[in-house]
């Protein structure tokens, strides 16, 4: 009997009515882990995903003043506190199998939005440095780009710079732009990260691409924090 990814419990793999809408997931975490699994429902802003009853939020308005680079992000989940352990044990102690517990959210969630609107989109996972791809043994960006079955591209670097967790909401602010161009890439591109926090990440890796040639850039990420 398989186990439970999340907690270690068994899993029962006999199938319910009520259950089978859910049935995927339910073969990699149990129904108990499943029910953490936060979906951001509701009024979001339409740039974000923040969770807001304003069609854009406040962050936003202050992004669109300073020259807006991204067409929209959508992000799935809720940075709840066992969504933060779940990373935790996925990318800094390097547990890769976890990333199968958003297997089916993160498929059917990218073709509803994305592959709805345009399926001639190029998939650019947000990279990490080599010294933190070394210690991780994995960039959790491209991890998650794999899932998707779609063509990717690795189109920038990212230079050694310390860890954005460390820094504050004001440090990620005024942080330099650590991204490089590997490959410049001319159709419309989805960038792919784990986690949007302040949305710098993601707005300082898609300015060098609309630099380069890019016409639009769309994000796509796992987590709203």
């Not at 199968?100 to 059917?108: A, S, T």
Request: aromatic residues 10%; contains cysteine.
């Amino acid at each position: 009997m398989s186990q439970c990814l999340s907690c270690g419990q068994s899993l029962d793999t006999i199938v319910s009515w009520e259950s089978w809408l859910t049935f995927k997931r339910e073969h990699v975490i149990c129904t108990v882990c499943a029910s953490n699994m936060e979906k951001i429902t509701g009024s979001r802003c339409s740039v974000c995903s923040r969770p807001s009853q304003l069609s854009i939020c406040h962050d936003c308005i202050e992004w669109d003043q300073l020259g807006e680079v991204i067409q929209f992000n959508y992000s799935l989940f809720h940075y709840n506190e066992w969504m933060k352990n779940i990373i935790s044990l996925w990318k800094f102690r390097g547990d890769y199998v976890l990333r199968e517990i958003f297997r089916e959210e993160l498929k059917y969630s990218f073709e509803s939005i994305f592959l709805s609107q345009n399926k001639e989109l190029i998939l650019v996972p947000v990279p990490l440095s080599v010294k933190r791809t070394n210690e991780r043994g994995f960039n959790q960006a491209l991890a998650l780009a794999e899932m998707l079955d779609m063509p990717i591209q690795e189109a920038l670097g990212r230079k050694a710079s310390e860890k954005q967790s460390k820094k504050s909401r004001i440090d990620r602010l005024r942080s330099s732009n650590p991204y490089y161009l590997l490959k410049p890439i001319r159709k419309r591109v989805v960038l792919i990260d784990d986690i949007y926090t302040t949305g710098t990440t993601i707005r300082q890796a898609a300015s060098i691409l609309l630099k380069n040639g890019c016409p639009e850039v769309y994000t796509f990420t796992l987590i709203r924090g």
